[in-house]
């Protein structure tokens, strides 16, 4: 069964700083990764998505995540934080190996606060 | 970005009563889900649906659930008999041309039950 793991339910960082949020999947097939975000009372937004090719992906809002097969991770990173990324971000495996129609796999989330 | 519409936003009921969540999708996006997320715990697929079909259901998704396109646009979750611990926040998500393809997810609805 597929899973994913977000270690750290609450980051907190100060405005200007580099960020880093951890995930780790675990799925059977090729996965498809994605970085999700929720802000207070919202729906929840892609921020970018992994499905083949460069490891290293680009999203909105100048987040990236890099996908390791070795290490089983889909790490975020955002080299400067903005008092605006304060968030829910929320890591997701889904695909379609075996009997998998798009069914996402949510991690537990991780609640960013940014100091000023 | 394309969006993906829900209501009402906020549903409180009774326990035991019926209620049904509703789900304007995106243009041409033919493959719809339900999820739910309990106050403080994970984001839960329920279901997915293509074709006028479940494609895929969950061990959450009893007897008590079910969904269709009524007018063959709007997408619902109906709850026919609620129970306290289903109060939660819900979520409808549409993709596009494959299973695969990016889910747009709506802003939920959040249901309470009494």
């Known amino acids: 069964a597929q899973s994913v793991t977000q270690p750290d339910i609450h980051i907190t960082v100060s405005e200007g700083a580099s960020l880093e949020l951890r995930c780790n999947y675990s799925?059977?097939?090729?996965?498809?990764l994605f970085w999700y975000v929720q802000s207070p009372g919202q729906g929840l937004q892609l921020l970018l998505k992994y499905f083949s090719g460069d490891t290293l992906v680009q999203g909105i809002k100048g987040f990236e995540a890099e996908f390791k097969r070795s290490q089983s991770s889909f790490n975020l990173r955002k080299p400067s934080v903005h008092w605006s990324d304060a968030a829910e971000y929320f890591c997701?495996?889904?695909?379609?190996?075996?009997?998998?129609?798009?069914?996402?796999?949510f991690g537990q989330g991780t609640i960013l606060t940014v100091h000023p | 970005e394309p969006e993906v519409t829900q209501t009402p936003s906020h549903q409180v009921t009774q326990m035991g009563q019926e209620v049904i969540l509703r789900c304007v999708p995106i243009s041409n996006h033919l493959y719809f889900y339900w999820y739910r997320q309990i106050l403080g715990q994970k984001v839960e697929f329920l279901v997915s649906?293509?074709?006028?079909?479940?494609?895929?259901k969950s061990e959450i998704f009893d007897d008590q659930f079910s969904v269709e396109r009524p007018d063959g646009s709007n997408f619902t979750l109906k709850i026919r008999s609620t129970k306290l611990e289903d109060s939660a926040m819900y979520f409808c998500?549409?993709?596009?041309?494959?299973?695969?393809?990016?889910?747009?997810f709506g802003p939920g609805t959040r249901l309470t039950v009494l």
């Open positions: 998500a549409n993709g596009a041309a494959t299973s695969t393809d990016t889910q747009y």
């Open positions: 799925y059977g097939a090729t996965p498809y």
């Open positions: 649906f293509y074709n006028n079909e479940i494609s895929e």
């Open positions: 997701a495996v889904g695909g379609t190996g075996g009997t998998s129609y798009g069914k996402l796999t």
